[in-house]
């Protein structure tokens, strides 16, 4: 059962010590992840301490490891904040800084570390880390025990948790603790929350684009195709222009949004899976009413999407300038990634669909090798994309690509449709310390990091835990 007074009294507890390293003037390092949820939980400590007057620097890393920790501790910080990262690493974190860390996390954590005093993480008070509870709403919470009027901070953890894929309640909701920012963000006058259409680009894509755009859910014969949607938009009749100007979704009338539903029920037919893609068209819309109309901002599925490209494309100063407020500059360099980070995934897809060989399947669990066609920054996203397709959604999904450190980068996912029990976080995790790697995450998306000679081993004790 979810323990939310439990979070806020423990944050309240570590509130004083953190103020007093703030207001001594010591040296804060905040580490976190690539990812929006990482770059929404990074940015929101960060903002928190400097409102606080801390002396204070974010980074961000593709992954952390016992080499990374090395390099952070050379570096001799006085206090150091992990977000979104370093749930299986303690042991290593407390050798190298002994106390002087936080680590603010929703990752499945090793029993044994659960109880260790520098740390907070979702699942020890009663959050699903996977669906109720992001790095960001963990970070959010954290930032408003330093100063209550830190709820203005609240829309980013919205957009982290959507980005993180937590949108898992009915009707494409968010839960738990994510819910509780939600509310948070309605009750600031920061976020209103509709029922509508779940298209990618409602508010900025032309309607037929953001149908083309849209692969979760994957609609067949659609998902990557503007010209078959255009085509069959025109065939019913639809007004898609006003004036010289495409219209988007959310320009859409009501009756006009429920006739795009069915032009769009005609096209897929009865391609396997089209009832239950029809029936994920709709759910809770999450806008930011102060963002301006025809950007990414507006809505919050489509800003944490921008904040991913940002992340995976070597963007992330970008990234965290977006999150703490730039709406210029950064907001122009980030549409730029956004579209080169499109353009890398259709490669990457596209790469692998080339060449069969790279996909091999063993029962209901995919192996996907995707080192010369999949950067590793990238390959998260495209086996979150595999998985959401027809031919995979009912299974688990394992991709490599190699590192810029010539190790071999992992990522899992499982299928919506997966009928079977699995726990990625753990399995990632033992199978990785079997070949000298590390590893772990959700139940249903995790990763490791393993030596490249370990490729064919590590495989092995993935497929065995898949196959028990």
């Not at 206090?79 to 979104?84: A, E, G």
């Not at 880390?129 to 901070?153: H, I, Q, R, V």
């Not at 100007?245 to 009865?270: C, H, N, Q, Y």
């Amino acid at each position: 059962m979810a323990d939310f007074e439990g979070l806020l009294a423990r944050y309240r507890a570590l509130s004083p010590n953190l103020l007093k390293v703030v207001r001594s003037g010591r040296r804060v390092l905040v580490v976190t992840h690539i990812d929006a949820d990482g770059l929404c939980s990074g940015s929101i400590v960060f903002a928190a301490l400097m409102r606080n007057g801390a002396n204070v620097v974010l980074r961000t890393v593709p992954d952390l490891d016992p080499k990374t920790i090395s390099s952070l501790e050379a570096q001799k910080f006085d206090y150091h904040i992990f977000t979104d990262l370093a749930s299986t690493l303690i042991p290593e974190l407390e050798s190298a800084f002994k106390g002087r860390y936080l680590v603010l996390d929703h990752h499945q954590i090793p029993a044994e570390d659960s109880g260790n005093r520098s740390v907070v993480n979702a699942w020890t008070y009663g959050y699903d880390g996977g669906k109720e509870a992001c790095s960001s709403a963990m970070a959010y919470y954290f930032a408003t025990t330093l100063d209550p009027a830190n709820d203005d901070l609240s829309p980013l953890a919205v957009v982290g948790a959507l980005a993180d894929r937590q949108d898992t309640g009915q009707g494409r909701s968010l839960t738990g603790l994510n819910r509780s920012a939600v509310e948070d963000a309605q009750g600031r006058g920061l976020l209103s929350v509709t029922k509508d259409l779940m298209f990618t680009g409602r508010e900025t894509r032309p309607v037929h684009e953001a149908v083309a755009l849209t692969s979760t859910p994957f609609l067949k014969g659609l998902t990557g195709s503007k010209d078959a949607v255009l085509a069959a938009l025109h065939r019913s009749g639809m007004t898609l222009k006003d004036g010289g100007t495409w219209r988007t979704i959310s320009s859409l009338t009501p009756d006009e949004k429920m006739k795009l539903t069915e032009v769009i029920a005609g096209a897929v037919g009865t391609a396997e899976g089209a009832t239950e893609a029809l029936a994920s068209l709709v759910g809770e819309a999450y806008t930011f009413e102060f963002e301006d109309s025809f950007t990414p901002l507006r809505d919050a599925r489509e800003f944490g999407t921008l904040l991913n490209a940002c992340g995976r494309m070597g963007a992330t100063g970008t990234g965290i300038s977006i999150c703490l407020g730039d709406r210029s500059e950064a907001l122009k360099a980030a549409m730029k990634t956004l579209s080169e980070y499109r353009s890398g995934i259709n490669k990457a897809l596209e790469g692998i669909a080339s060449e069969p060989s790279r996909i091999e399947q063993h029962g209901s669990l995919v192996l996907v090798r995707g080192d010369g066609v999949v950067d590793e920054k990238l390959l998260g996203p495209v086996i979150s994309i595999l998985t959401s397709s027809p031919e995979f959604k009912d299974k688990v999904v394992v991709g490599s690509a190699i590192s810029r450190d010539s190790d071999l980068k992992i990522s899992s996912r499982v299928g919506d449709a997966f009928t079977g029990e699995v726990n990625l976080g753990l399995i990632m995790r033992e199978a990785a310390e079997e070949v000298d790697g590390v590893g772990g995450g959700h139940s249903m998306a995790a990763g490791a990091k393993i030596p490249s000679s370990k490729a064919e081993s590590f495989s092995k004790a993935v497929l065995e835990r898949v196959a028990a």
